[in-house]
């Protein structure tokens, strides 16, 4: 029998919630059961016990009208000639063990004559006789019922797999199957070196001999590290779509639990069931829940926490190491794991998954778009070189914008103008654009014709301007975008001086137009700074020389810094404000020349953008070239809104408007 037929024939396992048993619940049940076979079998306060009379003595009475009630019940067998008489006197005249009572019972032979006497009373009735069945009835039908009931609550409980509280060690690693949303290596784009690194799993797995016959031993664990949203777990997804091999699948989030002990169970029986499907694949999505660091953090470290680590450990490489189990974990923070984790024999192997480059987008979107309908003015290579810095995730959901922005306006197919909007809607935010007065507009206008006019002129053809707009979006009030021509992996200082000037050139041209200075620009001035001070403490960019300044100590296994130290003395610290005041200075001067040399190119691109609200790149370096537009603009019109929501517009606009004063400017760069 081959593997694949036997894999085949394996069921996959099933992880079945724990809130399915409620031991709460149970205890509840059994107490309530307990206590009714207690008040009817084992009650010690009884009821009172009726007084014994002969029937002589019954018929008598009823005679004188004593008895207010009674009953006549023959036996089965004997008919009438042995009877059982009980009811009730109308005051208490009788005696039993205990005191007075009104209840009776009497027991013996009835002639004919005492029940014509007692029929002439009126105040008997003849109940049929009880059987044996009658009796079964009254005695074990309880018990039955009992029992019934503690099997229901109790031991089908019990029986159910993955259920229960024998269960609670269980691994809840689920066995993945290949018929079903099987993912291979040509679904996963953007990492090639990842692709080629894991595929010799694959390969050591359908052909081990290839490997063993030269000594070569296959790694235990591989370790994908990488930025959230990379492709960490679709990667794994296909290796085993790829590999004819089971494929457990489990979270480190399923490990750790509030009792000790539970954590390091789950380990243990999660390897022994790789070991009875050896060889095997065993994927750990954010191991760094269980694998953190121990004895860290504040108060010391977590007992069942390190316990689990423990065992994780003692199974992957210890004393009972199997053969044929194969790890593959997945995180984004490697630097809080343990050390004993990442050595050679436990994760031998690190595989990092990091953002696309341009060409790695390109492919992301071409998998992603297998789905979607395209138009032929699509191209997916523009929509590469605009989102620098985004993972294969954040390329999906661009591409699903698109498709959602296509819906709405009821295209047949997803358009470039689509995919503009969408990119800058996930970017930026969603149009606002009732927002701005005309005041407000017309000193937007200028701010980013500044930023557009300086980086043009600036611009060494590696970052063309491309597109420009005053249309609100999230906190910004405007943006001045534009596309990378390819990634940018080091940045000269040269290029670093002309990003602070292009940052300037928004703040000097609301002062020249104006006359005044607005809060508009402080994304702008933060920005300009953050790169000056990096430039000074952590490039070596100035006149103090190649030292690294901004060194600090951190509490990284705890996600957040918690203290910072700086190693500058007061001297230096002054002598580093002064470099970044000096460059950020002397680039304000250098960017108010080249506004001041194109000024009457600034106002036409002002005047534009308040005409048409958008324009592209193209049009900024038209105007500076030829002093006029030359290509036409394609006015995107803004969606009309029902009468009331129009009227409400304009009544919340002053105050919308008033609230953006204070919005950050957004990053030059979709990065």
Not at 196 to 201: G, K, L, R
Request: hydrophobic share 40%.
């Amino acid at each position: 029998m081959s593997l694949q037929d036997d894999n085949k024939k394996r069921r996959p396992l099933k992880s079945l919630p724990p809130e399915s048993f409620q031991p709460k619940v149970l205890l509840i049940w059994l107490a309530i059961i307990a206590a009714i076979v207690a008040l009817f079998y084992f009650n010690p306060a009884k009821a009172p016990q009726p007084a014994q009379l002969n029937i002589q003595r019954v018929v008598e009475m009823a005679e004188k009208g004593e008895i207010a009630q009674g009953s006549i019940r023959s036996d089965a067998q004997g008919g009438r000639d042995w009877s059982v008489l009980s009811g009730e006197t109308k005051e208490p005249i009788l005696r039993n063990e205990t005191g007075p009572t009104k209840t009776f019972v009497a027991t013996g032979r009835l002639t004919d004559s005492n029940l014509e006497r007692l029929q002439k009373s009126q105040v008997f009735t003849e109940k049929p006789a009880a059987t044996l069945m009658t009796s079964l009835m009254i005695n074990v039908l309880p018990i039955v019922v009992i029992i019934g009931l503690l099997y229901f609550l109790f031991v089908r409980q019990l029986r159910q797999a993955g259920k229960g509280a024998l269960s609670f060690g269980k691994s809840r690693a689920k066995l993945l199957t290949r018929e079903k949303d099987r993912i291979t290596f040509a679904d996963v784009a953007g990492c090639d070196e990842a692709k080629e690194e894991v595929s010799e799993v694959v390969d050591f797995l359908k052909d081990p001999k290839k490997f063993q016959k030269i000594g070569g031993r296959i790694p235990k664990g591989i370790l994908m590290v990488g930025p959230p949203g990379t492709g960490k777990t679709l990667l794994a997804k296909a290796i085993a779509g790829e590999a004819d091999v089971p494929f457990f699948s489990i979270s480190g989030s399923d490990f750790v639990e509030m009792f000790v002990g539970v954590g390091a169970s789950r380990v243990r029986d999660m390897f022994e069931q790789g070991r009875k499907n050896a060889p095997c694949l065993i994927f750990i999505d954010e191991i760094d829940a269980v694998g953190r660091q121990r004895g860290a953090g504040l108060g010391g470290g977590n007992d069942e926490r390190e316990q689990t680590l423990n065992s994780l450990l003692v199974e992957m490489d210890g004393f009972d190491t199997q053969e044929g189990i194969i790890i593959i974990a997945a995180t984004n923070r490697p630097d809080v794991l343990d050390s004993a984790l990442l050595r050679p024999g436990r994760f031998d192997r690190q595989v990092t998954i990091d953002l696309p480059d341009i060409i790695g987008r390109e492919q992301i979107l071409r998998v992603h778009a297998r789905k979607i309908a395209l138009a032929d003015n699509v191209d997916l290579a523009v929509i590469a070189r605009g989102t620098p810095g985004l993972s294969g995730a954040e390329l999906a959901n661009l591409l699903n914008e698109g498709a959602l922005t296509a819906a709405r306006h009821n295209k047949k197919k997803v358009e470039m103008v689509d995919m503009d909007e969408a990119r800058d809607k996930v970017l930026w935010g969603r149009e606002r654009r009732r927002v701005m007065d005309d005041a407000e507009k017309r000193l937007v206008a200028w701010h980013e014709a500044g930023h557009a006019i300086v980086q043009a002129v600036l611009d060494d053809g590696t970052m063309p301007v491309h597109k420009v707009t005053i249309i609100p979006r999230g906190q910004s009030l405007g943006s001045t975008t534009y596309l990378p021509t390819k990634d940018i992996l080091t940045q000269p200082k040269k290029k670093l001086l002309n990003q602070i000037a292009m940052a300037m050139g928004g703040r000097i041209a609301e002062k020249l137009i104006t006359g005044d200075l607005s809060n508009g620009a402080y994304g702008d001035i933060k920005q300009a700074t953050r790169i000056a001070r990096a430039m000074v403490c952590d490039y070596g960019m100035s006149e103090l020389g190649p030292i690294a300044m901004g060194e600090n100590q951190d509490t990284v296994f705890l996600g957040r810094d918690i203290t910072r130290s700086q190693h500058v003395s007061e001297e230096t610290a002054r002598r580093i404000d002064d470099e970044v005041s000096k460059i950020l200075n002397g680039e304000y001067a250098r960017c108010e020349q080249i506004i001041n040399e194109h000024r009457a190119a600034l106002d036409k691109i002002a005047l534009a953008l308040l005409e048409h609200e958008t324009i592209e790149g193209k049009h900024v370096l038209e105007i500076l070239k030829t002093g006029d537009i030359q290509s036409p603009i394609t006015t995107v019109k803004p969606p009309k809104l029902p009468v009331a929501a129009d009227a409400a517009a304009k009544a919340a606009a002053p105050a919308a408007a008033s609230d953006a004063a204070g919005a950050v400017a957004p990053s030059p760069s979709p990065a």
